[in-house]
């Protein structure tokens, strides 16, 4: 199947942007009217602009309060977490040349979650580590050993995904140790819903945290894009263009670590957004980097916006965890990917 790849000319591109920018709108306007209180999209600006502007147009308390300080920040938190997600598995699928790599496979997302919860409940760094610090710190420590478990394995890149996924297995079993041994019943059913991805207890604080985090993270990526369309021939290909592989390699997973674990410190684990969003991007934009990132970011925001929706009105009076919404449609997407990447014997 042929790829619908967007040209080099300027009018294509403006065009292609302003079509992400109206489907981002529109995603989030769904997102702040619709729910077990209908709101009106009308009421939903007037509340925007009082929050904002202080306006003071006639809303009811419950309605300003559910769109600006519930619905407008789950929403906008949301669009972060897919953006940066999505830039994961587009920069992991890059340097590792695998169609299956992403964060939740190889692991980090399961690193992550396991310094956040030795932060949580064990209390490992107090406030002087946070809980972001702690699921960098895991992060990075699954990183390590998957390279390491890799490396030993002769650095296939099959080789990598299975090391991934045995790290994801370790530090799964670890987060499920402490958290059965050390917390409390109410702490369990705290970390256990939150594992799940959970956008319910979001705050405008911590967007200020998401928000720096996914614009440098998208940033640092888009500075590499040429590099990476350099990985996709090999790194001796990329060495040979004069391109210093070991610092890239080191610049971007750093960033793809510091991406996922300050995601899980304030969601919780989300898998497979970074594993499908990459390749719908492929297809629609081609495989160049300078294309291929930004409408990661684009199409992950609106797919988790649209996620987040869909676990707020599948099951009447009850949310579900984000996880689970992500796993109906990505799991299913693994499959066929997993499929499409055999090869002849």
């Known amino acids: 199947m042929s790829h619908l790849v967007i040209g080099p000319n300027w009018p294509a591109r403006i065009a292609l942007a302003g079509l992400s920018l109206v489907a981002l709108v529109v995603a989030i306007a769904l997102a702040v009217t619709v729910g077990e209180m209908p709101i009106p999209l ?46 994961s598995g587009a920069i992991l699928q890059a340097l590792l040349r695998n169609p299956l790599a992403e964060p939740y496979i190889l692991g980090v997302s399961a690193g992550a979650s396991t310094g956040a919860v030795c932060v949580m409940i064990l209390g490992f760094g107090g406030a002087t580590l946070g809980l972001s610090g ?17 490396a030993g394995a002769g650095g296939a890149s099959d080789r990598v995904i299975l090391a991934g996924v045995a790290g994801s297995q370790l530090f799964n079993a670890a987060t499920a140790t402490i958290v059965t ?27 200020w945290v998401a928000a720096p985090v996914a614009l440098l993270g998208f940033l640092v990526c888009m500075v590499h894009a040429k590099a990476l369309d350099a990985f996709a021939f090999g790194a001796d290909a990329a060495a040979s263009l004069g391109i210093n592989v070991t610092r ?15 995601m899980v410190a304030i969601v919780g684990t989300v898998g497979f957004v970074g594993l499908v969003i990459p390749h719908a991007a492929r297809f629609l934009v081609g495989p160049g980097h300078a294309r291929l990132l930004p ?12 996620a987040d929706v869909l676990s707020r ?7 579900l965890p984000i996880g689970i919404v ?20």
């Open 42 to 87: 009308s009421v939903a600006f007037r509340a925007l602009g009082n929050g904002v502007f202080d306006l003071g147009y006639p809303v009811s308390a419950i309605q300003q309060g559910v769109i600006f300080e519930y619905r407008l920040s789950r929403a906008l938190m949301a669009a972060l977490c897919g953006g940066a997600l999505a830039l």
């Open 134 to 150: 702690g699921a960098f710190l895991g992060s990075v420590a699954a990183l390590v050993m998957v390279g390491l478990l890799a």
């Open 181 to 207: 041994t050390m917390a409390s019943a109410e702490q369990a059913r705290g970390v256990m819903f939150w594992l799940l991805g959970n956008f319910g207890g979001v705050r405008w604080s911590d967007l």
């Open 248 to 262: 890239v390699r080191l610049v971007l997973l750093a960033t793809t670590a510091l991406l996922t674990a300050t």
């Open 295 to 306: 409408a990661c970011l684009v199409i992950g925001a609106v797919f988790m916006i649209l």
């Open 313 to 319: 009105i599948l099951v009447p009076q009850q949310i």
């Open 326 to 345: 992500t796993a109906l449609v990505g799991a299913p997407a693994f499959a066929f990917i997993l499929y499409r990447a055999r090869r002849p014997a």
